[in-house]
């Protein structure tokens, strides 16, 4: 009888200790599938970014070659780009809480929590 209340006892421990490592594991894969979409939605827009940069250029050289003025076009892409920046910076304070890091102010690197300094470009870290 005793030996049955031993087994049972560490089955019961067995049970709780599986729950605990399935919720874990749960909780980690959200964070691993969250932050991987949120790298995908900064790449889409940077890349959106790198494209108006490269229509910007365009109308730049239009503008040059037929000795004439930078068009109004090329002022509103520069805005659009301003904004598509601040959703870039945006996303990757998302990324660095799912993350549970921290964020550096200069070059947007996320860091280890408790980091004095950003491990990608040396700075001091808030």
């Not at 919720?23 to 494209?51: P, Y």
């Not at 040059?64 to 068009?71: I, K, L």
């Not at 805005?79 to 660095?96: F, G, N, P, T």
């Amino acid at each position: 009888m005793m030996a049955d209340n031993i087994t049972s006892g560490l089955f019961n421990q067995f049970v709780k200790a599986a729950r605990s490592t399935t919720t874990t594991v749960t909780k980690k894969t959200g964070e691993i599938v969250e932050a991987t979409k949120l790298k995908v939605a900064i790449a889409d827009v940077e890349n959106e970014v790198d494209s108006l940069y490269t229509e910007i250029g365009r109308l730049v050289y239009k503008a040059f070659s037929e000795n004439g003025e930078p068009s109004e076009t090329i002022n509103e892409k520069c805005a659009v780009i301003s904004e598509k920046l601040k959703d870039i910076e945006l996303l990757k304070i998302k990324l660095a809480g799912v993350k549970d890091s921290v964020m550096c102010g200069e070059c947007g690197a996320g860091n280890a929590p408790g980091s004095q300094f950003c491990s990608s470009c040396g700075a001091k870290l808030q």
